[in-house]
T-cell receptor, first 111, second 115 residues
């Protein structure tokens, strides 16, 4: 089955700096890659996603890149703000219609 | 404002007791997932349903866990008997998965503590 790895597990950045979180997946049939943000005490919430026919997608300060050949995708957050502090999960969706999540990255944005 | 509703939000029980968690997915969504979240395991898939039919429950300990969807407005996850290692936050998520993509909407979770 699909296996999703995510690095780093924790990340601290200064406010205003950029943050990058990387994920790899194993199933070449996977074709949809969302990123979820989980704030304390809440359920994860979708922040951006990318399909396999696209290499990059941007939404304001957030961007996601996908390299299908290498089977990895990354989340980029620019000009980080304290409210970006949360746990971020990458995921992949394959033909089985089963979302497999990475283990998560705890991002701390230091003022 | 459509949302996934889970009950109870918090449950403390003693080992050996039966626990039932309930989820009301967003109306019209065709897929419902149950995930378990612990500090060590991240988001672990337990089971999921498509149009109320169970598609995969390989992530569940079959001897004690069961998941059902008696109707389109209710999904249940039952643990009998519960054990301390079941302590975790259980999330229900629903989505209208069309083709090969779709957003999952998560509930706020049910925090289970088994003493």
């Amino acid at each position: 089955g699909e296996n999703v790895e995510q690095h780093p597990s924790t990340l601290s950045v200064q406010e205003g700096d950029s943050a990058v979180i990387k994920c790899t997946y194993s199933d070449s049939a996977s074709n949809y890659f969302p990123w979820y943000k989980q704030e304390l005490g809440k359920g994860p919430q979708l922040i951006i996603d990318i399909r396999s026919n696209v290499g990059e997608k941007k939404d304001q300060r957030i961007a996601v890149t996908l390299n299908k050949t290498a089977k990895h995708f990354s989340l980029h957050i620019t000009e980080t703000q304290p409210e970006d502090s949360a746990v971020y999960f990458c995921a992949s969706l394959g033909n089985g219609q089963n979302f497999v999540f990475g283990p998560g990255t705890r991002l701390s944005v230091l003022p | 404002d459509a949302r996934v509703t889970q009950t109870p939000r918090d449950k403390v029980t003693e080992m050996g007791q039966e626990v039932t968690m309930r989820c009301q997915p967003i109306l019209g969504h065709n897929t419902v997932f149950w995930y378990r979240q612990t500090m060590m395991q991240g988001l672990e898939l337990l089971a999921y349903f498509r149009n109320r039919a169970p598609l995969d429950d390989s992530g569940m300990p079959k001897d004690r866990f069961s998941a059902e969807m008696p109707d389109a407005t209710l999904a249940t996850l039952k643990i009998q008997p519960s054990e301390p290692r079941d302590s975790a936050v259980y999330f229900c998520a629903s989505g209208d998965l069309v083709g090969t993509a779709g957003e999952l909407f998560f509930g706020e979770g049910s925090r289970l503590t088994v003493l």
